[in-house]
């Protein structure tokens, strides 16, 4: 089983700052990563797949890169709506595994 | 537009069985993998169960081999999770997923249906 690693656990931020956040695999999953943003009491939306492609509706604001073993997901402006959960995903093996998620908060 | 509906949670108790169904709309059910996905309180995200588009394949995680299976009816373009033995661990929030075209990701999600599995 892929296991995905994400750092930081926690990210605390304020609105207007820049955010990195990083997934780092236990084997190449080539460019096979999704990242997800998770609301309080909501389902998962889906960002970017195959590590940089902004999936649909995605504001430009959201990057996301790397390919191998080492991914990054930039928010480059922080609005009050992008405070969440976010979560990659590998999609490379069964099981498709996600990370344990960064949480980003208002500082 | 795409919409999935997820019924059938509720609290069971250990061994019990539960049948999730995830109503779909706004696409071909046979043309696209599909998924369900659970999140414990409190925890991450872990896919449970796959079915390929074609219904040529199916896959499950570890943790629910030989004790969950996944279908679906084309004719009620429903999906479906059959839960049986189930375990204190099975708690949390089922959701259904639907697979990008390409399967690079899942890009549309219901909103979940909570299972509870108590004595």
């Known amino acids: 089983e892929i296991v995905l690693t994400q750092s930081p656990a926690t990210l605390s931020l304020s609105p207007g700052e820049r955010a990195t956040l990083s997934c780092r695999a236990s084997?190449?999953?080539?460019?096979?990563l999704a990242w997800y943003q998770q609301q309080p009491g909501q389902a998962p939306r889906l960002l970017i797949y195959?590590?940089?492609y902004r999936a649909t509706g995605v504001p430009a604001r959201f990057t996301g890169s790397g390919s191998g073993t080492d991914f990054t997901l930039t928010i480059s402006s922080l609005e009050p709506e992008d405070f969440a959960v976010y979560y990659c995903?590998?999609?490379?093996?069964?099981?498709?595994?996600f990370g344990g998620g960064t949480k980003v908060e208002i500082k | 537009q795409v919409q999935l509906v997820e019924s059938g949670g509720g609290v069971v108790q250990p061994g019990g069985s539960l049948r999730l169904s995830c109503a779909t709309s706004?696409?071909?059910?046979?043309?696209?993998?599909m998924h369900w996905v659970r999140q414990a309180p409190g925890k991450g995200l872990e896919c449970v169960a796959f079915?390929?588009?074609?219904?040529?394949?199916?896959s499950y995680a570890d943790s629910v081999k030989g004790r969950f299976t996944i279908s679906r009816d084309n004719s009620k373009n429903t999906l479906y999770l059959q839960m049986n033995s189930l375990r204190p661990e099975d708690t949390a929030v089922y959701y259904c997923?639907?697979?990008?075209?390409?399967?690079?990701?899942?890009?549309?999600w219901g909103q979940g249906t909570v299972v509870t599995v108590s004595s």
């Open positions: 997923s639907k697979d990008l075209p390409t399967g690079g990701g899942f890009d549309f």
């Open positions: 706004g696409f071909t059910l046979s043309r696209y993998g």
């Open positions: 079915l390929r588009y074609d219904g040529s394949d199916k």
């Open positions: 084997q190449s999953v080539s460019s096979y």
């Open positions: 195959d590590a940089s």
């Open positions: 995903q590998q999609r490379r093996n069964w099981p498709l595994t």
